[in-house]
């Protein structure tokens, strides 16, 4: 008999890669096992309380009928009986159980059955026992593969009920009962079936009301991470999901209130900085202006006040340039900081900010010509100078510095690569070298450097649209990369 097929979109929500995914798929999932294991529990049941009621109808009327036809034969039998006598009772049996379709043996005490057994209809010797004793009984078993049922009836007398030696069997076929029970396991099976596919209707809507809830808290939650601090859950109801619901509302409600803050601080300590670095540059410029003067009357004071006027022109030296950082990365902060883009030779402009401050003797550089790209000359300049001085400052000579275009996935990228052959950066200090006033060694704090260099280095790579990284060579030494976009369309050289 051909089963019914599930539903497409059963079939799909199924298949291996829907199950492999959401949990949506999962209880549906669950929810079709649960109806299937219930259709196969109900239908095991049924089938097992229908096919023992048919069986046992069976066995009743069988019974029924041959104790019937044998009170109705042997009531004024003559004992012992002749071998015809028992060959006419068996046959006139037979023919009385035309429509059961029974085979009919008797026999007196241990004298053989007759008519004579066929070897497949062998009386079982366990129901031979029980009717030996008086005791009516029956058994179901297969003969060549077929069911058959086997029933001994001991006669008895009728006055006291004792054992008269003559003992009944009647085996009959159970065919048509086992078409009837394997009609119902064709009809529990194409019910089964159908029963789960309904399921999962119900399934469906049972998993879309369940899991709406969550997918409210994961566009929630993608919200939140997109900076709509802002963003609720609508509660409804008082189970687990509602109490998941109002958790999340309590944590972005305090997310929301710490951020806005920490905010509030951030934009508290960068105006700071900024008001306090524009207030310093009046009084240092008038500082810095009385202190050229002192140095050039230095020589012709005692030692002391001469060391003390260096010491002082150094200091406000280093004064001055921290204010200038301060006062930039505080335009980065602010979004004030804006590129001033022009077409420029890459290895002429970092040369120039080598020849600036005298570093042609410290520096090997590898610079060659016509690498031209549209870059802020200005910020590159403050770029080089920061990694270069940084480079001196920290590792060793000699300082090589090089120029280079490379092919990229996005495009053209030209580096500038600034080497040096120290000691190399410690591992646990290389992801630290670009923040804020970090310094790897704690003894340096009062360096010359203000601790924003290789910051103020990141930011302005960064309005380039480049990256800048550091690293430690093989060979030794520590290596900065300034990776920038080469925005020409012809013409850049390599």
Do not use: C
């Amino acid at each position: 008999m051909k089963r019914p097929a599930l539903p497409r979109p059963l079939l799909r929500l199924l298949s291996p890669g829907a199950l492999a995914g959401g949990l949506r798929a999962r209880l549906v999932l669950a929810f079709l096992l649960v109806a299937a294991l219930s259709a196969l529990i109900t239908a095991a049941l049924t089938f097992r309380e229908a096919r023992t009621a048919i069986l046992q109808r069976t066995q009743d009327t069988a019974v029924q009928a041959l104790r019937s036809q044998v009170n109705s034969q042997v009531p004024d039998y003559p004992l012992p009986p002749t071998q015809q006598k028992l060959t006419e009772l068996a046959r006139g049996l037979t023919r009385a159980g035309e429509a059961q379709h029974w085979n009919i043996r008797v026999r007196y005490q241990d004298r053989p059955m007759v008519p004579a057994t066929d070897p497949r209809m062998i009386i079982p010797q366990g129901l031979k026992k029980k009717v030996g004793a008086g005791i009516a009984a029956f058994q179901r078993r297969e003969i060549d593969g077929n069911p058959w049922l086997s029933i001994g009836l001991p006669v008895t007398y009728g006055d006291t009920g004792r054992p008269s030696g003559l003992e009944v069997y009647a085996q009959l076929p159970l065919r048509e009962d086992e078409a009837n029970v394997r009609s119902l396991v064709e009809a529990a099976q194409s019910g089964a079936v159908p029963a789960v596919a309904l399921a999962a209707v119900p399934a469906l809507i049972a998993a879309r009301g369940v899991l709406r809830p969550v997918r409210e808290l994961r566009r929630a939650s993608r919200k939140i991470a997109a900076g709509e601090l802002d963003t609720r859950l609508k509660v409804t109801g008082r189970d687990e999901l509602a109490d998941l619901s109002r958790t999340f509302n309590d944590m972005a409600e305090a997310l929301e209130e710490n951020v806005a803050e920490l905010r509030r601080m951030e934009a508290n300590s960068r105006r700071f900085a900024a008001d306090v670095s524009h207030e310093l540059r009046t009084p240092l410029a008038a500082m810095t202006a009385v202190v050229d003067v002192l140095d050039e009357d230095a020589a012709t004071l005692d030692p002391d006040t001469a060391h003390a006027v260096r010491l002082i022109s150094e200091e406000t030296g280093k004064l001055a340039r921290m204010v200038e950082d301060l006062m930039e990365i505080s335009r980065f902060d602010a979004g004030a900081a804006a590129l001033h883009l022009d077409e420029v030779d890459v290895s002429e402009t970092v040369r120039k900010t080598l020849q600036a401050r005298g570093w042609q003797d410290k520096v090997t550089a590898d610079l060659p010509e016509g690498v031209r790209a549209r870059l802020d000359p200005r910020r590159i300049d403050v770029v080089v100078a920061n990694l270069v001085g940084n480079a001196l400052k920290h590792g060793g000579e000699p300082v090589g510095v090089g120029v280079r275009v490379t092919d990229a996935e996005g495009g053209r990228r030209v580096l500038i690569e600034i080497a040096d052959r120290g000691e190399g950066i410690d591992p646990e200090v290389l992801p630290h070298v670009f923040d804020r006033f970090y310094k790897a060694d704690s003894a340096r704090a009062r360096s010359e450097g203000s601790g924003l260099g290789l910051a103020i280095t990141l930011e302005n790579v960064r309005l380039h649209d480049g990256t800048v990284r550091a690293a430690n060579r093989p060979e030794g030494g520590a290596v900065f990369t300034v990776d920038l976009p080469l925005r020409l369309g012809g013409g850049e050289g390599a």
